[in-house]
Nanobody
Framework: QVQLVESGGGLVQPGGSLTLSCVVS????????IGWFRQAPGKERERVSC????????YYSDSMKGRFTISRDNAKNTVYLQMNSLEPEDTAVYYC???????????????????WGKGTLVTVSS
């Protein structure tokens, strides 16, 4: 059964950094597009970043460009999200998700993703 397990969340001060990890089981990373989404209290789930299955092209939402970096390690079947210059507005539960076919991640459509992890909480506060 496909599983995605996130880790690395926690409490960080404004301006700080965190690296989230998503370990994927039962399929190889070059078969699925993997995305990071986040959901803050009272808000809709939004796309943070994606890394495509074929050529590892990366995509970011505008507010994350220049601050966040997505990458993958095929040998470890793990996708990372390096987050720098964190702001209180980045506080949310961060989810890892997998997409078999299509362009839902690139288009930012959470409803089109096929598999989801349970999430990891990131809190940015002084």
């Amino acid at each position: 059964q496909v599983q995605l397990v996130e880790s690395g969340g926690g409490l960080v001060q404004p301006g700080g950094s965190l690296t989230l990890s998503c370990v994927v089981s039962e399929f190889s990373l070059d078969s699925y597009t993997i995305g990071w989404f986040r959901q803050a209290p009272g808000k809709e789930r939004e796309r943070v970043s994606c890394i495509s299955r074929r050529d590892a092209s990366t995509y970011y939402s505008d507010s994350m460009k220049g601050r966040f970096t997505i990458s993958r390690d095929n040998a470890k079947n793990t996708v990372y999200l390096q987050m720098n210059s964190l702001e209180p507005e980045d506080t949310a539960v961060y989810y890892c998700a997998g997409e078999t076919f299509g362009s839902s991640c690139v288009m930012g459509y959470a409803s089109g993703m096929d598999y989801w992890g349970k999430g990891t909480l990131v809190t940015v506060s002084s």
